[in-house]
């Protein structure tokens, strides 16, 4: 057998090594702490959303009567109106029984 000279020399094994290494110890480790933080703030908004979805039906409820209270300015508005007309009548008539009165 004839002895052939290696492929990659014993440095490219090393620097591959090393880059293994350093993968396996930094990176990972770092990928997996940014991941918790990412699920962690998540979870976060997940209930802020909730809390605002429960306010958002809470205000909704509240301003729903806001078209009962427009239906009722309108009513009062025509009972002003009414009242209006109502006492200029009665007027009419003090002043034609004060005048049979004299």
């Known amino acids: 057998m004839t002895d052939q000279p290696a492929m990659f ?3 490219v094994f090393t620097i591959w090594w090393i ?3 350093v993968t396996l110890v930094l990176f990972v480790p770092m990928a997996v702490y940014y991941l918790n933080r990412t699920f962690l703030a998540a979870r976060s908004i997940q209930r802020f959303a909730a809390d605002a979805l429960q306010a958002a039906a ?3 409820g509240n301003t729903a009567n806001i078209v009962a209270l427009d ?3 309108e ?3 025509q009972i002003l109106g009414t009242a209006g007309n ?3 009548k009665l007027g009419t008539i003090a002043d034609v029984l ?3 009165a004299q």
């Open 58 to 60: 809470g205000i909704a």
């Open 98 to 100: 004060e005048q049979r």
């Open 75 to 77: 009513v009062a508005g």
């Open 86 to 88: 109502v006492a200029g």
């Open 19 to 21: 880059g293994l290494i």
């Open 71 to 73: 239906t009722t300015i």
């Open 9 to 11: 020399p014993d440095a």
